[in-house]
């Protein structure tokens, strides 16, 4: 009963709220986990559950050395499905309501610096890189800033190169246009020219025409183009970190340290409070007082 309680909740999420699929996949995880729990404590439905139990389950992930961040994010999924079944009517109050969130210390997110990452494409297109398509995705990703999962859902139709601008379908599924910088634009009509070899039906998958597919036509996976995102960056950088990701936040950093007002960034990223896109502030701070410390003679 429990389950079946927290798979309807699921697709709550994906049906009403529009998440995304990794959003409800962490959701499953956490709420799986806080179920587990309950049933080893002898709690057999979620009207049984209280608050004392709920920190019971807190503590016994900061014993288990889970770190403040997915302490933080569990109590988010837990007050959020508590909420959940209090709206339902299936729990008569929120035992999640009470709980508080530990702090935690946000991290400076991993970027390239500007000469890293034009040596990395200036170089990827002096070599004749032999993957055309692997030249495309990362022209994108560093012009235009989107999430993985924007990139790979890209449609033909939402490439405008006349306009300039791609539509991008985000996080709840909501659309944004994006302006793509020309050197992206080329590269990727090379890319789309070198696809025309292609049978007509390999492009289409479910009847749509994908931007982005694999040399047998079919829609790509994350985990490949992370893979090769990591190959590049690997072969430039040292950083720890060489996720699709790294060159969405090098997209922010580089935009808002040659100038761009941070609401225009966030409005790019897609971002839903201008909280989250702050975070880029604090790296054009730090790359400041480094180049003032640097360059001052009484630093």
Excluded: W
Excluded at 5 to 29: D, F, H, K, P, Q
Excluded at 58 to 86: C, E, T
Excluded at 180 to 194: F, L, P, Q, R
């Amino acid at each position: 009963m429990m389950e079946k309680i927290v798979r309807n909740y699921l697709e709550y999420l994906e049906a009403e709220r529009n998440y995304s699929a990794n959003t409800i996949l962490s959701y499953e995880t956490d709420l799986l986990n806080l179920l587990k729990f309950l049933r080893d404590n002898g709690i057999k439905s979620f009207g049984e559950v209280h608050k004392e139990s709920l920190r019971a389950y807190i503590g016994f992930l900061l014993d288990h050395d889970f770190n403040q961040s997915s302490v933080a994010r569990k109590i988010a999924s837990m007050r959020s499905f508590f909420r959940y079944l209090k709206g339902k009517r299936i729990i008569d109050s929120n035992p999640a309501a009470v709980l508080i969130t530990p702090k935690t210390k946000r991290k400076l997110p991993a970027f390239l610096d500007e000469k890293s990452i034009n040596n990395l494409l200036s170089e990827m297109e002096k070599k004749g890189c032999s993957s055309i398509l692997d030249r495309a995705i990362l022209e994108l990703f560093y012009s235009t800033g989107i999430r993985l999962s924007e990139l790979i859902d890209l449609k033909q139709k939402d490439f405008r190169p006349e306009e300039k601008i791609i539509k991008v379908k985000g996080k709840g599924r909501k659309e944004r246009f994006v302006p793509v910088g020309g050197k992206a634009i080329s590269v990727i009509n090379e890319y789309i020219a070198s696809r025309r070899g292609l049978p007509a039906a390999g492009n289409k998958i479910k009847g749509e025409n994908y931007l982005f597919v694999t040399d047998k036509g079919r829609k790509l996976y994350p985990q490949a183009v992370g893979r090769l995102v990591r190959k590049y960056i690997g072969a430039i950088s040292e950083i720890e970190k060489k996720s699709p990701h790294v060159l969405r936040h090098t997209f922010a950093t580089h935009m808002l340290n040659h100038g761009a007002d941070i609401r225009a960034v966030k409005e790019l990223l897609g971002h839903e409070s201008l909280s989250t896109t702050q975070i880029y502030t604090h790296i054009s701070s730090a790359r400041m007082k480094k180049i003032y410390e640097e360059s001052h003679p009484k630093a």
